[in-house]
T-cell receptor, first 111, second 114 residues
């Protein structure tokens, strides 16, 4: 299975943009890049996903490198409610619907 | 509303007892998953099921068992063979064949061995 690598933790100031990186150098052509976040004592929630092109939604933006070996989740204005663990995962339904999580990045937001 | 429901939210078990965690979804999703999460750690896959009456072991299946008799339900049994069962357990579901859709997670069951 293709793996992802993320920093263990990051800090941000409230109201500032946050760029959360993810490396996936062994990504295959059919892997979608998904991001989820998990608040304490809750199940993960979907944030955004993409294949090749950059994506925007109401929660965040996803910037995907041209070679697809890395991606960056962008929170345009961090709030205290964005403090969570962010997971970058690869999904390939051709690989038996595996949904494999790594360690994620713990984002701390300072007021 | 459509969603995925786990119950109970908190569960206490005596050593040597089997316990079953419930996971139900009304999203008409084919694939369902069980994960274990230890404090400060990521999610580790226990079992997953792509269709009714079929399931596969994940990375840490020892000491656990599952069944998938109905599309909507994927219960997880933590057996006495699981030596360190205290953890946060999460259930998820996704529609198969649609890589551009999100996975849905339950709110989790926190199991404590007393």
């Amino acid at each position: 299975d293709a793996k992802t690598t993320q920093p263990n933790s990051m800090e941000s100031n409230e109201e500032e943009p946050v760029h959360l990186p993810c490396n996936h150098s062994t990504i295959s052509g059919t892997d979608y890049i998904h991001w989820y976040r998990q608040l304490p004592s809750q199940g993960p929630e979907y944030v955004i996903h993409g294949l090749t092109s950059n994506v925007n939604n109401r929660m965040a933006s996803l910037a995907i490198a041209e070679d697809r070996k890395s991606s960056t989740l962008i929170l345009h204005r961090a709030t205290l409610r964005d403090a969570a663990v962010y997971y970058c995962i690869l999904r390939d339904d051709n690989a038996g619907n595996m949904l494999t999580f790594g360690g994620g990045t713990r984002l701390m937001v300072k007021p | 509303d459509g969603g995925i429901t786990q119950s109970p939210k908190y569960l206490f078990r005596k050593e040597g007892q089997n316990v079953t965690l419930s996971c139900e979804q009304n999203l008409n999703h084919d694939a369902m998953y069980w994960y274990r999460q230890d404090p400060g750690q990521g999610l580790r896959l226990i079992y997953y099921s792509q269709i009714v009456n079929d399931f596969q072991k994940g990375d840490i299946a020892e000491g656990y068992s599952v069944s998938r008799e109905k599309k909507e339900s994927f219960p997880l049994t933590v057996t006495s063979a699981q030596k360190n069962p205290t953890a946060f357990y999460l259930c998820a579901s996704i529609p198969t064949g649609k890589m551009n859709t999100e996975a849905f997670f339950g709110q989790g069951t926190r199991l404590t061995v007393v």
